[in-house]
């Protein structure tokens, strides 16, 4: 059974930083490009980062590029976003997604608010 697990979120204040995490179980974790995506009330989900399966190639969102770091360890079969200097317009639930062709998993989510 394939299980991601989210973690990391919080409150913040704006120009605060978050490190998500995102452990994957039951699957062959460095097979999958992983992606962070995040979703804030009323509006759709939005792709932030993505990640190849090797870690060599990594794409953002523009609203998040130069802020936000997307890395993963795959000996732990785990994702991470690196999320500095972070803006009110970053609230939202976030949540990592595993692909490999057909196949797709998503988490449960984290929330993260961006307040002071």
């Known amino acids: 059974q394939v299980q991601l697990v989210e973690s990391g ?3 913040v204040q704006p120009g605060g930083s978050l490190r998500l995490s995102c452990a994957a179980s039951g699957l062959t974790f460095s097979g999958y490009v992983m992606k962070w ?3 804030a009330p009323g509006k759709e989900r939005e792709l932030v980062a993505t990640i190849s399966n090797t870690g060599g190639s ?3 969102v523009d ?3 130069g802020r936000f770091t997307i890395s993963r360890d795959n ?3 785990t994702v991470y976003l690196q999320m500095n200097s972070l803006k ?3 609230t939202a639930l976030y949540f990592c997604k595993a692909e490999l062709y057909q ?3 998503w988490g449960q989510g984290t929330q993260v608010t961006v307040s002071s």
Do not use: F, I, M, N
Request: hydrophobic share 25%; aromatic share 14%; proline share 5%.
């Open 88 to 90: 009110p317009e970053d």
């Open 58 to 60: 990594t794409k953002y």
């Open 103 to 105: 196949l797709a998993y």
């Open 75 to 77: 000996a732990k079969k």
């Open 37 to 39: 995506y995040r979703q």
């Open 63 to 65: 609203s998040v590029q």
């Open 9 to 11: 979120g919080g409150l």
